[in-house]
């Protein structure tokens, strides 16, 4: 039981710090040239993330050590990761930032737990079920301390900011299945590269002068290296000791790392209800993550 428990915890540790990584990435694009895209910034972070993740599999051989690719099931994998790249981007561009993230971010849980419970059979706790509302809760306040109180929004930019959640949402149950026969170096390359090829037909279309400015390379390798295939070589390796549904609900660390950040380096100022979704969210990650003190508790 004890054993279970370690391992769990350190699932839960895997998971959250992949999950700081990610919440570099608003902060990084807040840094970047004005002239590069947010579409051109996604695009190379997952080219340069994938190959760096595919380049590690090949030198430490991880594709021998596979058994099993069903085809279609690594097919929608490969095209959630790209979608999740697109369907965010555009939601924020229509809905704002803020509404756009905390939609995309906040519904990933509720995605993941409806697609686990169908697809991976998860049964679903009261544990996780309050530990996400509360975190969601928080992601909200955040979000509207944020706006200073008001909301402004469009339907097509909430659709497809939730459509970047049930992209993330897959994305994560594929790699759980992937994983239980193949290596976890081998199934973050896959689906990462091959994300990155369905994304690059985007450089081609938007302007990539960025990329040729100090600034912009160190942004992209930063994001490339640390905000993805690192923070995916810790994620991956979280997900196979928990469930997906948690795995989802402990990425929220992202948006509460990413307003600290905010906070720390760009000077932005929070009112007292953006700091109660930050204990919030903090609050319900502490729920989901604190073992049990039964053993019939899950």
């Known amino acids: 039981m004890s054993d279970l428990l370690s391992l769990r915890t350190k699932g839960f540790f895997l998971v959250i710090f992949a999950a700081v990584l990610w919440g570099t990435t608003g902060t990084s694009q807040g840094l970047a040239p004005e002239n590069m895209s947010s579409a051109v910034i996604g695009a190379l972070r997952i080219l340069l993330g994938g190959t760096v993740l595919f380049c590690y599999a090949l030198y430490k051989r991880s594709f021998s050590k596979s058994e099993k690719w069903p085809l279609l099931l690594t097919l929608y994998g490969i095209f959630s990761v790209a979608f999740y790249q697109l369907s965010f981007f555009y939601?924020?561009?229509?809905?704002?930032?803020?509404?756009?993230?905390?939609?995309?971010?906040?519904?990933?849980?509720?995605?993941?737990g409806i697609l686990a419970m169908i697809f991976y059979k998860e049964i679903i706790t009261k544990r996780w079920i309050l530990s996400t509302c509360i975190a969601v809760c928080g992601l909200g306040l955040l979000t509207y301390?944020?706006?200073?109180?008001?909301?402004?929004?469009?339907?097509?930019?909430?659709?497809?900011?939730?459509?970047?959640?049930?992209?993330?949402?897959?994305?994560?149950?594929?790699?759980?299945?992937?994983?239980?026969?193949?290596?976890?170096?081998?199934?973050?390359?896959?689906?990462?590269?091959?994300?990155?090829?369905?994304?690059?037909?985007?450089?081609?279309?938007?302007?990539?002068?960025?990329?040729?400015?100090?600034?912009?390379?160190?942004?992209?390798?930063?994001?490339?290296?640390?905000?993805?295939?690192?923070?995916?070589?810790?994620?991956?390796?979280?997900?196979?000791?928990?469930?997906?549904?948690?795995?989802?609900?402990?990425?929220?660390?992202?948006?509460?790392?990413?307003?600290?950040?905010?906070?720390?380096?760009?000077?932005?100022?929070?009112?007292?209800?953006?700091?109660?979704?930050?204990?919030?969210?903090?609050?319900?990650?502490?729920?989901?993550?604190?073992?049990?003190?039964?053993?019939?508790?899950?």
Do not use: W
């Open 145 to 298: 301390g944020s706006q200073n109180g008001t909301f402004n929004y469009s339907i097509l930019g909430i659709l497809l900011s939730v459509g970047a959640g049930f992209f993330y949402a897959s994305y994560t149950m594929v790699s759980k299945i992937l994983l239980d026969k193949n290596n976890a170096n081998s199934v973050m390359a896959v689906l990462f590269m091959g994300g990155a090829i369905v994304l690059l037909p985007v450089l081609f279309f938007h302007d990539t002068s960025g990329l040729m400015t100090v600034r912009g390379l160190s942004i992209v390798i930063h994001l490339g290296v640390f905000a993805t295939a690192l923070s995916y070589f810790f994620f991956a390796r979280g997900l196979r000791l928990i469930k997906v549904s948690e795995t989802a609900t402990l990425s929220l660390a992202e948006p509460l790392t990413a307003t600290l950040l905010g906070i720390i380096v760009l000077n932005e100022k929070l009112g007292i209800i953006s700091l109660s979704g930050i204990v919030l969210i903090f609050a319900g990650l502490c729920v989901l993550s604190l073992p049990s003190r039964k053993k019939n508790i899950k």
């Open 91 to 112: 939601g924020v561009k229509y809905a704002g930032v803020s509404i756009g993230t905390m939609v995309g971010i906040g519904s990933g849980p509720i995605s993941a």
